[in-house]
């Protein structure tokens, strides 16, 4: 490592530490007032607030989108992309540590912003919400964001730390079945049964599941089911996901799992309804380089990556960041909050997610993204990358 390399990440580790109190108070003020997928209002206020008062511009509203925002620092020819998620699961708030995401992206962005003419770069951080099934990047990919960037990065919270990300591509969607009600004891054959419609399809796919792939998962919820049991059900609803290792794989397997629900509105008469939650989330295609940077990094900084047969489980969760690595380079990391027995989207790993050793991995998160832009930078300038 250069001299000049080691100077700046001096500067950047001191710049978070500094920093530590605010961003360790964002991340407990987002983890208390959870909001979910395209409803991040207060989040997206607090995020915003919190870079404008060190120096970025910031723009509310990115692109169209209430709850996404533009952060925007330096003026070098090189541009570097921190991507900030914040929306929390329903019904288990901040269980997969989005809080954790934003705040060090915050922290991240405050050391570059602060390097940004000793490296040439100008420094981004994109507050990007639903992730958790809604596909926010990939609508702000199609509305122009992200194409023209040299690096993108952010760091996810998990039990523990894994370097490379290799995420399922998966479709997300919502089913509907719609038949007939009728009194179940009086005139049941004058009722359409969509509980039963439900009820197929599902028992179609437990059994398409024996001929699946091994690395490929089907998954979901019923989510309303009948509302009296002497009333033959006339609305059912659901959200079912399909994960593959890539979009092209995933496209023949959806049409599979299509088919079982086919069958339920086949076997009952109702008529079925799927309808698309987002688009489709792409697998992830990492930049090795700066893949090698991250790794070499946290070892540096006393972070410990998982045994593979743990690190092969954590890093196939799916994300819409995926989507955008297949546009510029990118990478996505996984950083330990010490959580085990408790994995990501449990309760326990939502009250994981505040604490010291969560407060430990968002600094070393911000550090990481900032010393990994650093040793890029000086290594080849990263133009050209793309």
Not at 67 to 75: H, M, Y
Not at 150 to 175: Q, S
Not at 339 to 364: V, W, Y
Request: charged share 15%; with cysteine.
């Amino acid at each position: 490592m250069s001299e000049r390399a080691d100077a700046l990440k001096a500067v950047a580790d001191a710049i978070v530490t500094a920093a530590s109190p605010g961003l360790i108070g964002l991340s407990e003020t987002l983890h208390s007032h959870p909001e979910t997928a395209w409803q991040e209002h207060r989040a997206a206020g607090w995020i915003g607030d919190a870079l404008s008062a060190g120096g970025f511009a910031v723009t509310p509203g990115y692109l169209g989108f209430p709850t996404a925002f533009l952060a925007e620092a330096g003026s070098g020819p090189t541009t570097i992309g921190i991507m900030a998620e914040y929306d929390a699961l329903p019904g288990l708030g901040h269980a997969c540590g989005h809080n954790l995401i934003a705040a060090s992206a915050v922290g991240a962005g405050l050391a570059l912003a602060r390097l940004a003419d000793d490296l040439g770069i100008t420094v981004r951080v994109y507050g990007t919400p639903a992730e958790e099934g809604g596909g926010g990047k990939i609508e702000l990919l199609e509305a122009g964001a992200f194409t023209d960037l040299d690096l993108a990065m952010m760091v996810h919270p998990a039990a523990v730390d894994v370097a490379e990300a290799r995420p399922f591509a998966v479709t997300h969607n919502h089913i509907a079945y719609d038949g007939v009600s009728a009194h179940a004891a009086a005139y049941p054959d004058q009722g359409v049964n969509a509980n039963d419609a439900f009820l197929v399809a599902q028992l179609a796919i437990a059994l398409l599941r024996q001929q699946l792939p091994a690395d490929t998962r089907v998954h979901g919820i019923q989510t309303v089911a009948g509302s009296a049991p002497n009333a033959i059900p006339e609305h059912t609803e659901g959200r079912w996901y399909v994960r593959a290792n890539t979009l092209d794989q995933l496209a023949e397997l959806e049409d599979r799992v299509r088919r079982c629900f086919e069958a339920g509105a086949l076997a009952t008469g109702a008529r079925l309804t799927i309808t698309p939650e987002s688009k489709p989330y792409a697998e992830f295609r990492t930049d090795a380089a700066a893949l090698a940077a991250y790794r070499a990094n946290a070892v540096t900084r006393g972070r410990v990556f998982a045994d593979p047969a743990v690190a092969g489980r954590m890093n196939r969760a799916s994300t819409d960041m995926g989507n955008v690595s297949q546009v510029v380079p990118a990478i996505h990391p996984y950083i330990g909050v010490d959580s085990l027995p408790h994995t990501n989207h449990q309760p326990g790993f939502a009250a994981a997610c505040i604490g010291p050793a969560a407060e430990r991995a968002l600094l070393d998160a911000a550090v990481l993204m900032a010393w990994t832009t650093i040793d890029v930078i000086t290594s080849d300038g990263t133009k050209g990358r793309r």
